[in-house]
């Protein structure tokens, strides 16, 4: 197939672009470059566009014989999305339609959406299953959300087929290790644990020691990239005879941040210091996924179940590019 990418210069977009290639699929990376990096789409073929620009987009779906589309591109910084809500509705939800627009007018109905555990806000049990209540806890998660909404209603329409799949913590490295996380700036666990191990950083916070859970922090589930690019794969030859897919990818597993941190100590080898701080703002004591549904629908199967292996993928990537991409 044709797969238009959107983001697929990001961390997970790099990683779908390379992994679409290697299944003899032919990826065609759309992206502005504002988060992403030239270098991470490895030769396949890029072109720099903003997915406002609706001309573009309808010209390069037709030009291109696009098949699908994959939509990585959004902005991911929960804080952030709390500061400037009005920017981060125009990028995910309203650059989102454009995109869906376009799609429509050329009849392109193929779309795989990257949705996420957000969605869920504060779960009232784990692991979470896609029928939990969706309540979101910020601008972050209600754009996930309302992106799911205006695809859930398009697909009534008979002119789109969607999955929305729901990541937990993508990580690690993929691509043969050479396709990893660069986000600037960078504010989840496992790369600024690796940065401190690197002696990048001064220490690593823990964000509360105060949970309820057995050590106090807060527990994640950490999924390797290319397990989460694997269903998509997935999602996409479903979408032949479905219209509407919706999926939660995660290892069903949870780490904690003292875990984590651990572990990195232990494939690093490194020393370095952690300090106990307050806890972050809206962050839920426990996100697991249940992804039965995934496993059993798609027939999907995680081959990075452990952190240790995650966190192997993820410190090579690093060690091999300590200033990231490019430089
Ligand atoms: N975290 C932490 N110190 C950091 C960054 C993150 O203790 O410097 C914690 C954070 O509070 C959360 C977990 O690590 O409990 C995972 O955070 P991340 O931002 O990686 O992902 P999230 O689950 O928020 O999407």
Same mark, same amino acid.
Not at 62 to 72: C, L, N, P, Q, R
Not at 137 to 141: A, D, F, K, L
Not at 176 to 191: M, V
């Given at each position: ?5 959107? %983001?697929?210069?990001g961390?997970? %977009? ?17 992206? *502005? +470059? ?9 030769? $396949?073929? =890029? ?9 573009? =987009? ?10 699908? !589309?994959?939509?990585?591109?959004? #902005?991911?910084? !929960?804080?952030e ?13 309203? *650059? ?6 376009a ?8 779309? &795989? #959406? ?22 979101p ?5 209600e ?9 859930? #209603? $398009? ?15 993508a ?7 050479? =396709? ?21 950083r001064e220490?690593?916070?823990?964000? %509360?020691?105060?949970?309820?859970t ?18 998509? +794969? =997935? ?6 005879k479905?219209?509407e897919?919706?999926?939660n990818?995660?290892?069903g597993?949870?780490?904690?941040v003292? $875990?984590?941190?651990?572990? &990195? ?6 020393? #370095?210091?952690? &300090?106990?701080?307050?806890r ?17 629908? +798609? ?11 995650i ?7 690093h060690?091999?590019?300590?200033? %990231?991409?490019?430089?």
């Open positions: 197939m044709n797969v238009l990418v959107c %983001g697929g210069a961390y997970i %977009g790099s990683n779908m672009t390379a992994m679409l290639a290697s299944q003899g699929h032919r990826p065609i990376v759309f992206d *502005n +470059l504002s988060k992403g990096h030239k270098e991470a789409v490895k030769g $396949q073929e =890029l072109i720099e566009g903003d997915l406002a620009d609706f001309d573009l =987009l309808v010209k390069v779906l037709k030009e291109k014989k696009i098949d699908a !589309v994959m939509h990585f591109a959004a #902005f991911i910084e !929960v804080g999305s709390v500061e400037k809500p009005l920017e981060f509705y125009r990028n995910n939800v309203c *650059n989102t339609r454009t995109l869906l627009t799609m429509e007018k050329t009849g392109v109905k193929k779309f &795989v #959406f990257s949705s996420s555990a957000a969605v869920y806000g504060m779960p009232k049990s784990v692991p979470i299953t896609e029928d939990l209540p969706k309540e806890i910020n601008p972050y998660g754009t996930k959300w309302a992106v799911e909404q205006m695809c859930h #209603f $398009q697909s009534h329409t008979g002119k789109l087929n969607y999955a929305a799949l729901r990541y937990f913590n990580a690690g490295a993929g691509g043969n290790g050479t =396709l990893g996380e660069d986000h600037k700036p960078e504010s989840h666990l496992i790369p600024l644990v690796i940065a401190a191990a690197m002696g990048k220490d690593i916070k823990i964000f %509360g020691t105060d949970y309820p057995p050590d106090g922090t807060c527990i994640r589930d950490y999924i390797h990239i290319e397990d989460l690019c694997s269903a998509h +794969l =997935l999602a996409l030859e479903k979408l032949e479905y219209n897919l919706v999926y990818l995660g290892n597993k949870g780490y904690s003292r $875990q984590v941190i651990e572990t &990195v100590k232990k494939v690093s080898g490194a020393f #370095f210091k952690v &300090v106990e701080a307050l972050r703002p809206g962050d839920p004591p426990v996100l697991t996924a249940d992804a039965a549904k995934a496993i059993k629908e +798609l027939g999907w199967k995680v081959k990075y179940p452990q952190i240790e292996k966190v192997e993928t993820a410190w090579k990537w060690s091999a590019h300590p200033n %990231g991409y490019g430089k």
